[in-house]
């Protein structure tokens, strides 16, 4: 992660991604305010501090939806969902992976990944986990532009 201190020495730190935050505002105060499930999304700039890559930058663009107010069948629900947005791209050949360790504390059993081989070893362009008050899933815009290429 970047972190810093502005210049009244306060800590910084950009956004990593967009999940945990999202859980923490739920728990904090959605959870007890808002109907369930709550459906929403976003679309955030990221960054990442760590060797840039082909195809995978330390700014970048992530698009994500999250389910949360767990219930039955929200499994299927964000896989659709995840299915409905890759599928407005015809042109985008993937594929999808099950039971996929995810590398963050908070995921509560394994997770799904989207993969597209032409992008190489770093391939993965979206993936999917739980939590414990939701389900989401995120996809990586650029990286997703740079399957579509």
């Known amino acids: 992660m970047y972190t810093f201190e502005d210049k009244k020495g306060r800590p910084i730190c950009l956004i990593p991604e967009v999940t945990a935050i999202i ?37 970048f663009l992530q698009f994500g939806v999250e389910l949360l107010g767990n219930k039955e069948g929200d499994n299927d629900e964000i896989r659709a969902v995840l299915k ?14 099950d039971s996929v360790r995810r590398g963050l504390d908070y995921y509560v059993e394994d997770g799904f990944e989207v993969e597209c081989e032409c992008l190489g070893a770093q391939k993965q362009i979206a993936g999917e986990g739980r939590y414990d008050c939701g389900i989401g899933f995120a996809i990586g815009i650029d990286r997703l532009l740079l399957a579509l290429d």
Do not use: N
């Open 84 to 97: 409905g947005c890759l599928d407005l791209f015809p042109s985008l050949t993937y594929t999808s992976k």
């Open 23 to 59: 859980q923490e505002l739920y728990k904090a105060d959605w959870e007890k305010t808002r109907p369930k499930p709550l459906r929403l999304f976003y679309v955030a700039r990221c960054y990442r501090y760590e060797r840039p890559q082909a195809g995978r930058y330390r700014e």
